[in-house]
Each structure stands twice: as C-alpha cells, then as structure tokens.
C-alpha cells in the first residue's frame, strides 16, 4: 500500500492547516541539505514569491487552520507539497474552484494545464 501512496500526489479543494510556520507545520524541504528542492518546487507551484514577500519568509505563521493565509495561498502551498514529492499520478479534487483567476493560472501554469 505505501508504494501506491507514494506514487500518488493529492492537491485537496479544502485543506486543514494547523498552527505554525510554513517551514515548520507545511515542509517544503526533504531532509538536511535539500532545501532547494523545497524552494524549487515553490517556485513551480507559484508560491515562493507570496511566501518570501511575508516579513519572516517561510517562518511565517499561518494561524489556526491558516487563517492568516488566503484560500489561493493554502492551495499554492499544498501544490507546491505535492509538487516536492515528485509523484507519478497528480489527483486534484477541483484546485482552481475557489481560487481567484490570478491564482488559478498560477496553478495552471504549473501543471502546463
């Protein structure tokens, strides 16, 4: 069963966010030395810009269930998760319905949708 969920990266409508920073609560980085891979998948998804305009970068917080984040920033950021997880088969439960058309081509920029 984990070779399957490891081939397999999910980009939900609806995310839980939980207290703390990005870097902390929401990894973009794979174990020490790697964290250019982390930025990297970022940038692809559209959310290094956004997230290092914030006054503390990645360590910013992003309050209880990420209400200090817009609804299209939580859906960069869990794109960019699964963007860094390099999986075979995306499955993206309607990404782009809540977001703002900035937004949206952002994702769809990074899917070459």
């Not at 839980?16 to 891979?37: D, N, Q, T, V």
């Not at 290092?52 to 992003?62: A, N």
């Not at 998760?81 to 058309?101: C, G, H, K, N, W």
């Amino acid at each position: 069963m984990h070779a399957i969920q490891s081939r397999i990266g999910i980009v939900l409508q609806r995310h839980i966010f939980f207290s703390g920073s990005i870097r902390e609560k929401y990894p973009l980085w794979r174990p020490a030395g790697h964290r250019r891979s982390g930025e990297n998948a970022a940038r692809i998804a559209g959310a290094h810009d956004f997230i290092t305009g914030f006054d503390k970068g990645y360590d910013s917080q992003v309050g209880e269930g990420g209400n200090l984040l817009s609804t299209g920033q939580k859906q960069l950021i869990s794109l960019a998760r699964a963007v860094l997880a390099q999986p075979e088969i995306f499955i993206m439960d309607e990404a782009t319905s809540s977001v703002d058309t900035l937004t949206e081509a952002l994702i769809r920029r990074a899917w070459k949708i």
